[in-house]
């Protein structure tokens, strides 16, 4: 896997669980959705989602630069996702949301082709 491919992977699932975790509040959803509470289990659901969306993405990062940078690079991908997301969520929260998972299938996507060998990035 190139360096170039593992940053997009890791900066489109980084998003993804970014947007998942804010759209697990209230005030975020409220944005997207015009609902004053979110549902419990639909909390529980985005929350999940999110830990999982950015735990994947530590993977292409390791992956790419080795254990000792790939960790350093997670957590600039996390922080970018993360800003991209405080942008967006401002101005075009639905167009975050299309954007989110638009990111979540292409990041697991790239991550399943990158470690079943079907793509040969060397």
């Given at each position: 896997m190139t360096t170039a491919h593992a940053s997009l992977i890791a900066l489109a699932l980084a998003l993804a669980g970014m947007a998942s975790l804010s759209f697990a509040m209230d005030r975020h959803h409220?944005?997207?959705?015009?609902?004053?509470?979110?549902?419990?289990r639909a909390r529980w659901m985005l929350r999940v989602a999110g830990v999982a969306l950015l735990a994947a993405a530590i993977a292409p990062c390791v992956a790419?630069?080795?254990a000792s940078v790939g960790v350093v690079a997670w957590?600039?991908?996390?922080?970018?996702?993360?800003?991209?997301?405080?942008?967006?969520?401002?101005?075009?929260?639905r167009g975050l949301a299309?954007?989110?998972?638009?990111?979540?299938?292409?990041?697991?996507?790239?991550?399943?082709?990158?470690?079943?060998?079907?793509?040969c990035w060397k």
């Amino acid at each position: 896997m190139t360096t170039a491919h593992a940053s997009l992977i890791a900066l489109a699932l980084a998003l993804a669980g970014m947007a998942s975790l804010s759209f697990a509040m209230d005030r975020h959803h409220e944005q997207l959705t015009n609902q004053r509470d979110v549902p419990v289990r639909a909390r529980w659901m985005l929350r999940v989602a999110g830990v999982a969306l950015l735990a994947a993405a530590i993977a292409p990062c390791v992956a790419a630069w080795g254990a000792s940078v790939g960790v350093v690079a997670w957590l600039g991908f996390l922080s970018a996702g993360a800003l991209l997301v405080a942008l967006l969520l401002a101005y075009r929260p639905r167009g975050l949301a299309g954007l989110a998972v638009c990111a979540s299938v292409a990041g697991l996507g790239g991550l399943a082709l990158a470690f079943t060998g079907a793509m040969c990035w060397k």
